[in-house]
């Protein structure tokens, strides 16, 4: 008994230590350490063209400085590897300085396994060509993503942040989240919530769907063919039944905000809101 007890005690910790022994960043072709520190340049990088990337290990804060990754059809290698992969389940932090492209032709631009905010004011743009991969891969579940500061802007054919098995939240706190015209911004994930002053700001009237765990048009239909953006807008200042009016939603009050009887609608020109039965 005592044998079987230290063998499984022994499994245990072997297990543990792996499993913290696996944690690292991937950079392009490089395998780099999660609990040191490092700055690297471009040219350490396969298929980077400028910029640098750092690791602040102490804070967890990874550095992308005016950093480009080109992996595919811009260079004319079919490659199916993440182009940057953040393996550990800790929370990390992402700022984003000046402008940093990623591109992959096939396969991943960025992956996470745990918590993330992207900081910092400047912008990053991922982009890639492969029909079942997203931009943002959230591969474990419940990972929450917040964007306070910098412009996330994705070109990628199957949309932009995916969520795993409909869990996680991607919170926008500052900045701007946008897609190209393919629409499917966000995808398996739990919910999308925004602080005062930020919202849906393209298309007019979309909003985020629980129940299908995407953004929908004011028909209703799931978004992906069109462009969509995720930035400040205007609120007015009043509530109904709970929820803020705003510049993207004070048209349709009526379909949004429960009334099921007469109808309230609000004229932002005149300032005048109006109930009606």
């Known amino acids: 008994m005592k044998r079987k007890l230290f063998l499984f005690m022994l499994a245990a910790l072997t297990a543990t230590l792996s499993a913290m022994a696996e944690e690292y960043i991937q950079v392009s072709n490089k395998k780099m350490p999660f609990t040191e520190s490092w700055t690297k340049s ?47 389940t800790q929370s990390v932090t992402v700022e984003v300085v000046g402008f940093n492209k990623i ?16 900081t910092g004011d400047g912008t990053l743009k991922l982009g890639n060509n492969d029909d079942k991969k997203p ?36 919170h926008l706190k500052g900045g701007e989240v946008q897609s190209s015209s393919d629409g499917k911004l966000v995808t398996g994930l739990a919910n999308v919530t925004f602080d005062h002053g930020m919202g849906v700001k393209s298309p007019h009237g979309a909003w985020f769907s629980q129940g299908l765990h995407s953004l929908i048009d004011v ?45 309230v609608w609000f004229s932002p020109s005149t300032n005048r809101l109006v109930l009606d039965k």
């Open 42 to 88: 471009y040219s350490y990088f396969n298929d980077a063209h400028s910029g640098s990337v750092s690791w602040d290990a102490a804070n967890r804060k990874l550095t992308l400085n005016k950093f480009s990754l080109w992996r595919g059809w811009e260079i004319g290698i079919i490659n199916i590897k993440t182009c940057i992969e953040i393996y550990s």
């Open 103 to 118: 591109v992959n032709s096939k396969g991943q631009t960025f992956a996470l396994h745990g918590n993330t905010t992207f």
């Open 135 to 170: 931009g943002m891969d959230l591969l474990e579940e419940n990972i929450d993503i917040t964007v306070n500061g910098p412009i996330l802007k994705f070109e990628c054919s199957n949309g932009g942040i995916r969520g795993k098995n409909n869990t996680g939240t991607l």
């Open 219 to 263: 028909n209703g239909n799931v978004i992906t063919s069109q462009a969509v953006e995720l930035d400040t807008i205007k609120y007015y200042g009043f509530r109904i039944h709970g929820h803020e009016v705003t510049e993207n939603n004070y048209d349709r009050i009526n379909q949004y905000f429960g009334v099921t009887e007469g109808s």
